[in-house]
């Protein structure tokens, strides 16, 4: 079965940086495009970054578009979330995403909170 794995995630003062981990197992990861989404605390889950299947398009929301760069390594099964310049307003508990055969798998977040 599909399993996603996220870590990484911590407290850091504002200004720091972290950077996310999502071990995937139980699909052709190499295939399919993956997600990260974050949810802050009374909103929404948005989308952060998206990357292909083989690391040739990246997308990225604009809240973070400059400070976050999403990677993957098909070897490994892992995709990645370097978070740099973070933000208080970036503390949130992100989640991994892939999107298999029209089903949407999560992992269990990792939670990032950024405070002085």
């Known amino acids: 079965q599909v399993q996603l794995v996220e870590s990484g995630g911590g407290l850091v003062q504002p200004g720091g940086s972290l950077r996310l981990s999502c071990a995937a197992s139980?699909?052709?990861?190499?295939?399919?495009?993956m997600r990260w989404y974050r949810q802050a605390p009374g909103k929404e889950r948005e989308l952060v970054a998206i990357?292909?299947?083989?690391?040739?398009?990246?997308n990225y929301a604009d809240s973070v578009k400059g400070r976050f760069t999403i990677s993957r390594d098909n070897a490994k099964n892992t995709v990645y979330l370097q978070m740099k310049s973070l933000k208080p307003a970036d503390t949130a508990v992100y989640y991994c995403?892939?999107?298999?055969?029209?089903?949407?798998?999560w992992g269990q977040g990792t939670q990032v909170t950024v405070s002085s």
């Open positions: 995403n892939a999107r298999v055969q029209r089903t949407d798998y």
């Open positions: 139980g699909f052709s990861f190499s295939f399919y495009d």
């Open positions: 990357i292909s299947s083989r690391g040739g398009t990246l």
